[in-house]
């Protein structure tokens, strides 16, 4: 069998994250459990599809997505966004960034070399927190879900100043899409209380798998 290469290291204070390759087949690892495999994304671009449904036919859209991972949500975003769309990808860390403009690049066509891309290095919280309707979307993928964070702050994102955040940096009927390994029933509730009208979608990580990954997608009130 073909031997797993290491890529690259970023140090986290987490410990270790190691990009890898075996073939054609990357992963990134944090302590020996594998966060993502580059031959399991269907969820991570239905994320996108389904949360910037709409946004084709409208012009001057902004749309934030964190995090960057191995580039896949950025690209299935793309692929339905308008000429003139404008996407911030929000991401921790720096290594990550650097992977995905060298050996990840091809992985998702490059979606970093695309002109309506801009990165931004640090807290996907931040940029939300920032922002005062501006986003006809926002997709958040930091963690494996609301309750299983990758860093201890992402908890913030899913409580409700967190979805009340989201909201405000949404436009009246923006969407909100965050993406989950398993289902979270007090999530439901809080994206609901704090006013979104949400869709839940279980969607297999790759055709023909058992498992299933939950992406809410949540429309922010009009007014
Ligand atoms: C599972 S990956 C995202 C996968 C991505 N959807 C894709 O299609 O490849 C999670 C990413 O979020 C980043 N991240 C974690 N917490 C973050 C935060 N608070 N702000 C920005 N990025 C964050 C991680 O460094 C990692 O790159």
């Known amino acids: 069998m073909t031997p797993w290469l290491e890529l690259g290291r970023a140090k986290v204070p987490e410990g270790d994250l190691i990009l890898s390759q075996r073939g054609n087949e990357f992963a ?28 084709l036919e409208r012009s001057g859209v902004q749309v934030l997505i964190g995090g960057l991972g191995m580039g896949f949500t950025v690209r299935a975003a793309l692929n339905v966004l308008p000429a003139d769309a404008h ?6 860390i720096p290594e990550v960034v650097e992977w995905n403009r060298g050996p ?20 996907v919280g931040k940029l939300i927190r920032g922002a005062r309707r501006r986003y006809d979307a926002i997709l958040l993928d930091v963690d494996n879900g609301p309750d299983a964070f990758t860093a201890p702050a992402n ?66 009130p009009a007014l």
């Open 28 to 55: 990134i690892r944090l302590r020996g459990a594998e966060l993502m495999n580059s031959r399991a994304h269907q969820s991570e671009d239905k994320l996108a599809f389904l949360g910037c449904a709409g946004l």
């Open 87 to 92: 996407v911030v990808v929000g991401e921790l």
């Open 104 to 123: 990840l690049a091809s992985l998702a066509k490059a979606p970093l070399e695309d002109p309506r891309v801009e990165v931004v290095l640090g807290d």
């Open 155 to 220: 908890a913030s994102l899913y409580g409700v100043p967190g979805l009340t955040a989201a909201r405000h940096a949404l436009i009246p009927g923006g969407m909100l899409g965050v993406w989950s390994v398993e289902d979270d029933r007090a999530f439901t509730g809080r994206m609901t209380g704090v006013g979104f009208a949400v869709k839940q979608h279980k969607i297999p990580p790759h055709p023909g798998s058992g498992a299933r990954h939950i992406l809410w997608i949540g429309k922010a």
